[in-house]
């Protein structure tokens, strides 16, 4: 299973970089996303590197979940696939 990465999770003053909103294929609810809590994403960096995280809960009611990786992710992370497994 394949999501994209739409954004940090941030609040007004601050930004967390290893909270990571994801949009999944085919995931268009939260009842659907409730069901991917504790599946393991990874992301890998233009140089090969992977970071690894789990998904944490839902964010919203359209489908998108939050996951918490074990480092921070950089800014060009933005936009790029991750995978679920």
């Known amino acids: 299973m394949e999501g994209i990465i739409t954004n940090f999770r941030s609040s007004v003053h601050t930004q967390k970089g ?11 609810s939260r ?3 409730d069901k ?3 599946k393991e994403v990874s992301w890998k960096s233009p140089a090969g ?3 690894k ?3 944490a809960a839902a ?3 359209k489908g998108i979940v939050r ?3 074990e480092r921070g992710l950089p800014g060009q992370s933005i936009a790029t696939k ?3 497994a």
């Open 18 to 28: 290893n909270h990571i909103l994801i949009m999944i294929d085919n995931v268009s």
């Open 31 to 33: 009842e659907d996303a």
């Open 36 to 38: 991917l809590v504790g």
């Open 49 to 51: 590197k992977e970071i």
């Open 53 to 55: 995280g789990k998904i």
């Open 59 to 61: 964010h919203g009611g």
């Open 67 to 69: 996951a918490i990786f």
């Open 82 to 84: 991750v995978t679920i």
